[in-house]
């Protein structure tokens, strides 16, 4: 395995890491919910009285950040090597696993991690190793 040097970046990455972390304990901390996507946006698609706000400035604040980023640095380009049936395909195995793990990724990897969950512990390992299986079947085995 080589590092690729020329994209190795590793203080935008603790800068992310950190942002991220702070973002994750302050919903904790001011609103008492977990900063896990599918939750937030479950949330809106079944709205409770006193919920829509802060789910509507944490999602728009996911779209915000982006752009904000691209006053100051250009924002990489993204490559999706795959048709559209595959990346419908992908999405909706994602939010069956997603209901099927009761949470995404970002519920159970970041936030459910760092409070000792259990059940977040076996969820991230389970579609971590889903994931390395997947990239393993996709560039090894089929052509």
Known sequence: MQVDWAHFTPWSSLAGGL??????AL???LAGRVAGISGIVGGL???RPGETGWRLAFLAGLLA????WGLFAPLPMGRVEAGLPLLALAGLLVGVGTRYGSGCT????????????????AATLAFMAAGFATVYLARHLLP
């Open 19 to 24: 942002l991220i972390g702070a973002g994750v």
């Open 27 to 29: 919903c904790v901390l």
């Open 45 to 47: 698609l079944r709205p």
């Open 65 to 68: 950040a982006p752009l904000a």
């Open 106 to 121: 970002s519920g159970h990897g970041i936030c459910g991690l760092s409070r000792g969950s259990p059940r977040s512990v």
